[in-house]
């Protein structure tokens, strides 16, 4: 029967090797009582540096007001602080956290992917599986420098989405996410002049808008017709159609009190900034709000057009930096809009 063993370094108690190795950490299992524990491999001490900088990451978004939802109620924050901990303890050589963190790595990595995949978003999903990749081949065991290689290679690919995310949300422009978008599969080319499929209506797209692929669109807003999209901005047109039987004719202004309730009732702290009747389309009535999410404050217009027994709404909207720098386009392609007839 083969004897039992316990590491000095990890604790790790295992069947004795004829090489005297952990099977756990690599170190050495026979060394004198007293002797000093190897060093911590140079990948721990990498993978140290990487979890301060992810965690610095999202105390920067948290601090940008755009961290996403902590697990079991924890906020974010928290888990970054951990990081941060953890990481300092690595890159100062502490051989006494090292198992926590692989498991902790390894248990996240396969958490987060799964909660993500379940919610459909495959590539978040995507990038968790590369971020806990990255980690646990630095992690685990004494990498050479291939693995160290491909290990920063990983995560550097993962950190560029993050960080051109960090900068949209402080610019209010993500260059990246029409890339991101298009990899999705929720992107088209916008036509030089858009038309309904729920109702008869056309209407002129801005230059360099896209157009979002019917199943995204509708996973979004069920009663959406057409998405308009620049995605950089994160700003949006989209049209609502809507044709009432037993009418022949509905009023412009009791429409725009409709909407206007329905704002209110989905919106949070929703505040109106301006009323007002559009030249074009002929007799629309505006509202412009703003209203508050997780993110930051978004601001809307929404345009209430009434033809005879059909009912439109074109609403744009945008986070309030990316509004200011889409407003002129938003306007246009609204002034554009013509209600057909069926």
Known sequence: ???????????????????????????????????????????????????????????????????????????????????????????????KILAWTIFRVGAGGILFTALLALRGEW???????GFSVALLLLLVGIPARPRIAAALATFGVVMLFEVAGLVGIATGRNLLAPAVLAVKGELE?????????????????????????????LKDNPDSDR???????????????????????IDPDALAAVVLENVKRGGKDVR???????ARPASARLLHTVTRSEAGEVEFLH????????????VAFAPRKGFAQARG????AIASFEPGSR
């Open 1 to 95: 029967m083969s004897e039992s063993i316990v590491c000095p370094s990890c604790q790790f108690q295992h069947a004795r090797r004829p090489d005297g190795v952990c099977p756990r950490c690599s170190a050495r299992v026979d060394r004198p009582a007293g002797e000093v524990a190897p060093p911590l491999p140079r990948g721990a001490r990498i993978a140290g540096a990487l979890l301060v900088v992810n965690a610095a990451a999202v105390v920067v978004e948290t601090a940008l007001g755009a961290a996403g939802e902590g697990l079991g109620g924890h906020p974010p924050i928290a888990a970054a602080i951990h990081d941060l901990v953890i990481g300092f303890m690595l890159m100062g050589g502490q051989r």
């Open 123 to 129: 590539l978040g999903a995507g990038f968790q599986v």
């Open 189 to 217: 080319r916008a036509p030089e002049r858009l038309t309904g499929t729920k109702g008869a209506w056309t209407m002129t797209p801005p230059a360099g808008w896209y157009l979002r692929s019917g199943p995204a669109a």
């Open 227 to 249: 998405w308009l999209i620049r995605p950089d901005l994160d700003a949006h047109l989209l049209v609502i159609s809507e044709h009432v039987e037993g009418v022949t004719s």
């Open 272 to 278: 109106v900034l301006d009323r007002n009747v559009l």
């Open 303 to 314: 345009v209430a057009i009434a033809r005879g027994p059909d009912a439109y709404q074109v």
């Open 329 to 332: 386009e938003m306007d246009a």
